[in-house]
């Protein structure tokens, strides 16, 4: 039976109907009623469903595909995507988890290794240190809903050796920065890359080798422009959207 029987589209209130249209298939997603994987009615059905234009029932569904919402496949139909996560760092230095909460989803973090290491020569670059010289490597792998999801790399100047005896599974990289002036960021430079995953990270990601992943590298700096962390961040293709707020 299909969930949109009970649903209706009230034509005397001031809100578009391609919305209204939206937030019913949001909401089904939302509440189960509608499950990664399922089919949607095809835009002639919707239309005659709900006695709407087909202009308006298409702009509502090409959002929801804009939006990793919904996903189309040629000559097959429109289907409901994986769940995936909104990601705001383009945006903002600091993970929103005003924005994550919003997605009602849990995120836990695993520490796979932390401790001093040399750096190599890239590394020393991206911190403004000889090659050779001695840096805290943080590598933790973190999970949404119970689900791995990002394989981060964060390498960090001694200034950052009390990390060591700091509980990073509880405690944000930021929020660790934060703690005292002198590493506090005030800036980032970003790289977004798509890649295929390599065997090690598409273990840890719970993904097959080869699977697409959204690849950032990141330079952090303080005040005084010293570079306090390079990472690189292994984002889930399939879990995963960017947002980026553009004003003029």
Do not use: W
């Not at 890239?122 to 394989?151: I, T």
């Not at 590493?183 to 993904?207: F, K, Q």
């Amino acid at each position: 039976m299909s969930p949109f029987l009970d649903e209706t589209i009230d034509k005397n209130v001031p809100v578009p109907m391609y919305y209204q249209l939206k937030k019913m298939i949001q909401n089904m997603i939302k509440d189960g009623r509608l499950k990664p994987g399922d089919m949607l009615p095809t835009e002639m059905e919707l239309s005659d469903m709900f006695s709407i234009s087909r202009t308006t029932t298409r702009q509502a569904i090409m959002e929801l595909v804009m939006e990793g919402a919904l996903y189309r496949v040629k000559s097959k139909g429109t289907f409901v995507a994986e769940n995936r996560v909104v990601q705001d760092f383009t945006n903002v230095i600091r993970a929103s988890h005003n924005l994550l909460e919003a997605q009602n989803v849990k995120t836990t973090t695993k520490v796979l290794e932390l401790h001093i290491i040399k750096s190599d020569v890239h590394v020393g670059n991206m911190l403004g240190l000889k090659p050779g010289s001695e840096v805290v490597h943080l590598k933790r792998l973190r999970f949404v809903n119970q689900e791995p999801n990002v394989l981060a790399d964060a390498y960090l100047p001694m200034d950052c050796k009390e990390m060591l005896e700091t509980d990073m599974e509880r405690t944000g990289l930021y929020q660790f920065l934060d703690s005292r002036q002198e590493t506090m960021p005030v800036y980032a430079v970003r790289n977004l890359e798509a890649v295929s995953a390599e065997g090690g990270d598409a273990e840890l990601l719970g993904i097959e080798k080869g699977a697409p992943i959204q690849l950032t590298t990141s330079v952090t700096y303080t005040k005084d422009e010293r570079p306090i962390e390079y990472s690189i961040a292994r984002f889930r293709g399939d879990r995963n959207v960017f947002r980026c707020e553009i004003r003029i």
